[in-house]
DNA sequence: ATTAATATATATCGAAATGATATGTATGAG
DNA sequence: CTCATACATATCATTTCGATATATATTAAT
């Protein structure tokens, strides 16, 4: 999905900033599935604005740039239902974890443990960040993303604790020199 | 993981040219967990030639452009080693589907509807896939990333099947005329 | 008490990557 | 016999990332 109608369909939920929507996507209930950076969203807005399927009233602030709620304007909601008519592309999902697993060979046995103790911390402190969310009052929509989320995260949580044996082994040590040849 | 790394480490597991890598990270076992494109690889593979982290031979192909079967020199395999010291990044999920049923209070019930039957489909034609990749041989490493592949999409169909009901009466059918004002 | 870090809020910019396209043939399916 | 897929390289406009600039208020740590 592109930054363009991501900002369409976080308006959609509700006036925001610029600032606003970058935090939704890089640590609200959106971050599981999407990000974008203050480099692709003040460009969109900007560009909504001009092709009119977003408007935004500036509240002066003083000591601090001034803020522009945007909102979404009836163009932009139709705009953001055709986005929605075309079918979602497969998921992307990016993972230098796995890559460096796959690579492994080329690092130590310890690396290799040190990684999978890392992940799974990381898993567990993802899910209680999920579930927190889940205090929230959130649309049901919202909460069914979030749960998801959980799930799949659980699922991967489960299988690093079950499987991690099957990397005994995995990485090589400097060899010393070799009595052969 | 930029794409760089990604070649260097792809070639440290054999030699390969482009066309293979690419094919590899779009379709093989590296699908689940990254990818690439023609236009990111052939400039990675150009450069990392020149810096001699990479070397290639030539195939003369009558009918054909040449091939280059590109393969780790000493160098890059110590930039290898180098990069995958670096802790791994956290993983990036993207998904518009998850994105278009938070934004579906734009769309129709049917629609939500349709697009989770879609995706109960893809899930399992995915893990259809991902377990005749486990019938080739392959490394103890391959095989797990493999398998935690197929555990996390698991979970997803499991989810979306168990909880599909949770959005029962998402998404807003156009409004007739209302008699309201 | 003072330093450091985090949060608010906009915006730009170089570097990286995507997705599409160009080129041209061989092969297998329908 | 036609059409799609596989092979194999490469480029390019557009999009996006990731970092940085600017400036202050608030909270946390030492």
Known sequence: MDVRT????????????????????AEGSFSFFSEASYGSIYPALTRLTEE???????????KRPDKKV????????????RALRRD????????EFLASLLFAEAVSPERVNELIG??????????DSLKSLLDED?????????QFGIAVQQAALDFLENNRGMLEGIGTRKKRKSASA
């Open 70 to 81: 945007y909102n979404l304007s009836p163009a932009g909601r139709e705009e953001l239902t």
């Open 88 to 95: 979602p592309g497969p998921d992307k999902n990016r993972s």
């Open 6 to 25: 991501l900002c369409l369909g976080i308006l959609a939920l509700g006036d925001a900033t610029g600032y606003e929507i970058r935090k939704m996507v």
């Open 118 to 127: 890392d992940r799974l911390r990381q898993h567990r402190q993802k899910i």
């Open 138 to 146: 959130m649309t049901p929509a919202s909460s069914f993303v979030v």
């Open 52 to 62: 009119g399927l977003v408007t935004y009233q500036t509240t002066p602030q003083s």
